[in-house]
């Protein structure tokens, strides 16, 4: 059973910039996509970014432009560069490894803590 390990976040004024870490106990992420996920209070979890095996990013439509995600295969890690970020961005953050189709899903059904961001001024 692979875990994962979120963190990096806190809390920002409206335009700052965090970078995210996501460590996974195995190098899941050198042979599989791996991504990012939030959640905000009263909300579903929706998937913000993934990066794929060979190192595609693909983004969701909220966050293009602001947001970049990025892997060391070395680190077992995967990071989330967040950019100009807005009081909606506000959520707790998780990573998890992805099957890929259309949506993306969670390939494993046990996520780690999260880190939480607060965008406010």
């Known amino acids: 059973q692979v875990q994962f390990v979120e963190s990096g976040g806190g809390l920002v004024q409206p335009g700052g910039s965090l970078r995210l870490s996501c460590t996974a106990s195995?190098?899941?992420?050198?042979?599989?996509?791996g991504g990012w996920f939030r959640q905000a209070p009263g909300k579903q979890r929706e998937l913000v970014a993934k990066?794929?095996?060979?190192?595609?990013?693909n983004y969701g439509d909220s966050v293009k432009g602001r947001f970049a995600i990025s892997r060391d295969n070395a680190k077992n890690t995967v990071y989330l560069q967040m950019n100009s970020l807005k009081p909606e961005d506000t959520a707790v953050y998780y990573c998890?490894?992805?099957?890929?189709?259309?949506?993306?899903?969670?390939?494993?059904?046990?996520w780690g803590q999260g880190t939480r961001v607060t965008v406010s001024s």
């Open positions: 998890n490894a992805l099957i890929d189709g259309i949506p993306p899903t969670p390939m494993y059904d046990s």
């Open positions: 990066i794929t095996r060979g190192g595609t990013a």
């Open positions: 195995v190098s899941v992420f050198s042979f599989v996509t």
